[in-house]
C-alpha cells in the first residue's frame, strides 16, 4: 500500500489516473495533457506502473497504459475506517440537530 499511495501523493500521477479511468491512452496521449516533457511522463508511468496502478501493453511502436483500479482495493478498505468514523459522528451530529430542532418547537 505504501507504493500506491507514494505513486497518488504526485498531482501529475493522480491527473494520469483520472485520464485513464476514461480511456486508455499512450504516453505520448498523456504527455500532451500534462505541463511535463515527455521523459517526465515516462518517469510517472514507472512509478505507477511499479505500484500496480497501470498496465502497458505493446501496440505496433506505442505503449498502451491503461488503469488497474484494483490496485486501490486495499487503500479503499483502509480509508473506510475512517469513512465510519465520520458517518458515526456526522449521524451523532444529525440527531443533535433533529432535537434542536423539536425543542424549538
Known amino acids: 500500500m505504501d507504493a500506491v499511495l507514494h505513486a497518488l501523493a504526485d498531482e501529475s500521477r493522480r491527473t494520469v489516473l483520472d485520464i485513464l479511468r476514461d480511456r486508455p491512452a499512450s504516453a505520448g496521449e498523456l504527455a500532451e495533457v ?3 516533457a515527455r521523459p517526465g511522463v515516462s518517469r510517472h508511468l514507472r512509478v505507477l ?3 500496480g496502478l ?7 511502436q ?3 497504459y491503461t488503469l488497474r483500479p484494483e ?3 486495499e487503500v479503499d478498505e483502509w480509508l473506510g475506517e475512517y469513512r465510519r468514523l465520520w458517518e458515526n459522528r456526522l449521524d451523532a ?3 443533535e440537530i433533529a432535537r434542536g430542532k423539536r425543542a424549538q418547537r
Open 54 to 60: 497501470v498496465d502497458v501493453r505493446q501496440d505496433a
Open 49 to 51: 506502473r511499479e505500484a
Open 34 to 36: 500534462l505541463p511535463i
Open 62 to 64: 506505442r505503449r498502451i
Open 71 to 73: 490496485a486501490l482495493v
Open 93 to 95: 451530529l444529525h440527531t
